[in-house]
């Protein structure tokens, strides 16, 4: 199976289909449809009686909908997968899928505001377009505290303080709006390697316009309700706030980390560890694959409900 990477080409994509381990007749979700590359690897799974729903807030993914009987695409953000599945009459999952990040698409799409590459471009990264708040207001409007929070907390950018204070002198001259002015704008300020340095200032950026932490936040509640006894989460992410928010809740059924109990101090874990080491890309997959390096993939199983 081969992906034009002119959309995305799918990480960890054998490891992760084989982590839901697949009923033929089961229902899957994949939170995360981008290029299509996951979703067909796991209705080439399904028997007649299976069902895969799949979400994506970028109306661009339309066109990679699959044509199957067996498949849904959804066009919203995930942290809406119970309201949906309700809605096509499911109540509970065999095994749910999130590929976290950005596609190949997105990244190289005129127009987007994803990356350093067009630099005439409107600073937008919304993954949903309709969506109000974009790169630019964040830059425009956000105080010079709430920047470097940003910058620290997403992109782990150590001379934050500085980079958000020359933002907010800039502004008062003239609008940040493009992609040229950010990268002008922080120059004097990189440290170490400037295309490293610049995409973490975008991720940063990226990940508050589509508040992704707290979309994450939700989609693992959720999930933990969704699933059946015994069915899988399988969580790709990029990022260690990402996979400090997985291996959080599911150590502790708690995305800060702190168990929740009851009025009597019982607490419930609902879902167990598959994988105590982090599953990452082969060196191969690496190579094949740049954006794949800072994957990690982790799997829990929803624990029998007598537990």
Sequence with gaps: MSFPQTYHQPVLLQE??????????GTYVDVTFGGGGHSQAILNRLGEGGRLIAFDQDEDALQNALSDPRFTLVQQNFKYITRFLRMYGIGQANGILADLGVSWHQFNSP?????????DEWLDMRMNTEAELSATEVLNRYTQQELTHIFETYGDIPNARKLSGAITQERQKRPIETVKQLLVLAEPFVIGKYPQYFARVFQALRMEVNQEEQALKELLEQSARLLMPGGRLVVISYHSVEDRLVKNYIKTGSTDGVPQTDMYGNSYVPLKAVNKKIITPTLSEINQNPKASSAKMRIAEKKPTAE
Excluded: D, K, T
């Design 16 to 25: 992760a289909v084989e982590a839901l381990q697949i009923a033929p007749n």
């Design 111 to 119: 127009g987007r505001g994803f990356s350093i590459r067009f630099a």
